[in-house]
């Protein structure tokens, strides 16, 4: 199943396997994209992965992870962008670009949360934004949205994981809004879905969009499989496509990491919800790949770290089928 296409939309995915984002920390400081990224990603291209999904951009430069991150807060940034996914598609790749807020996790001297708690014991204490501010970076996602849209990108894709700014909105760990935006689960929600209404406002309607989300904090009186699959159900109301679903990143908690360690949170929402999900977390090799799929766990399996070792997985993967090959390289594809 790993090599059947999938259709989302207007989309169709050449296989089932993707790239989820990955920080290059490779731009400078003006957030454009270099040739590090073309290198880069364009490897997976050439390499058979179906889809792409360019790594954390901000949508504002106080939501950066590094100073290196790309960003997409201002129009001079789509044109390098458009022209990796340009070279990128012609290889064959879905290009999808994972737009992003660190909220209290960012590099910067300015750190913005829903609630004025740390990351972790040293971490630094963020400021708590009012609804005003609030509101504004709404907005921001809405035009990183747009600009995305005009760079070409096929999907796009909100980072709600990993401890991030609407992850932080989203736990009531790090949420202790007594306003509207905190409380009971809708309103720790309601920050996501108001992003996802942005981005509707300036994504076209016939292209895929995702979210990601951390399927559990792994801590007690965080959020649960329970509480994400209520959140993907309301997500997909909202008009979401896809989930990719990882986990933890919110504050220092145990994880046992193994060989699929999150695929139980990909099917409990795809079960739960009925929505498409992508499998994520230490997946590297084709069987486990095809377990999942073909046991409608997951509708794509994303491998992040196989794909910065080895950019032609998928080419090694499809064996002798050389006509998926590049013609550039066919003569070597083992037959
Ligand atoms: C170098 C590196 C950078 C990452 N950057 C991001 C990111 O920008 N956004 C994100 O959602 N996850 C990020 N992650 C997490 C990966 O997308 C992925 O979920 C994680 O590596 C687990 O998958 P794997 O075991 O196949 O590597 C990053 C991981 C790595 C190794």
Redesign the pocket.
């Known amino acids: 199943m790993l090599f059947s296409p999938f259709t989302l939309k207007s989309v169709v995915f050449p296989n089932r396997i993707v790239m ?5 920390y490779s731009a400078e400081e003006d957030g454009l994209a270099l040739e590090w990224h073309y290198v880069h990603y364009g490897s997976r291209a050439v390499g058979g992965t179906g889809c792409i999904i360019v ?2 951009t901000a949508v504002e430069p106080r939501g950066r ?1 590094s100073a290196q991150d790309l960003g997409l807060w201002d129009d001079r940034q789509v044109e390098p962008l458009r022209r990796l996914v340009d070279f990128c598609r012609r290889q064959g790749a879905v290009m999808g670009i ?1 737009i ?1 807020h660190a909220g209290r996790k960012a590099c910067g001297p300015e750190l913005v949360a829903p609630s004025a708690l740390p990351a972790g014991p040293d971490q630094p204490t963020p400021r708590a934004l009012s609804q005003g501010e609030i509101q504004d970076i709404v907005g921001q996602w809405g035009l990183a949205a747009k600009r995305a849209a005009e760079a070409g990108f096929d999907l796009l894709q909100i ?1 709600g ?2 401890g991030y700014l609407i992850h932080e909105f989203l736990s009531p760990l790090s949420n202790a809004r007594d306003d509207e935006y905190g409380g009971d689960l809708p309103g720790r929600m309601r920050f996501l879905l108001e992003i996802v209404e942005a981005a509707k406002a300036h994504w076209p309607e016939d292209k895929p969009l995702s979210v ?1 989300l951390s399927a559990v904090d792994y801590l007690e009186g965080g959020l649960t499989v329970s509480d994400t699959v209520q959140i993907a159900a309301k997500l997909k109301e909202a008009g979401v496509d896809l989930i ?1 679903v ?1 986990s933890g990143g919110l504050l220092p908690a145990p994880i046992q ?1 193994r060989p699929g360690y ?1 695929v139980p949170f990909a099917e409990a929402v795809r079960r739960g919800a009925v929505i498409p999900t992508i499998a ?5 090799t084709t069987e486990l790949a095809e377990e999942i799929l073909a046991n409608g766990r997951a509708d794509f399996v ?7 070792r080895n950019p032609y997985w998928p080419l090694q993967a499809m064996g002798n089928q050389r006509e998926n090959w590049p013609f550039q390289y066919r003569r070597a594809a083992r037959n």
């Open positions: 989820p984002a990955m920080c290059q790594e954390a992870i994972q992003a980072h994981a990993h990601r990719d990882s990491a999150q994520v977390g230490l997946i590297s994303a491998l992040g770290r196989e794909l910065l």
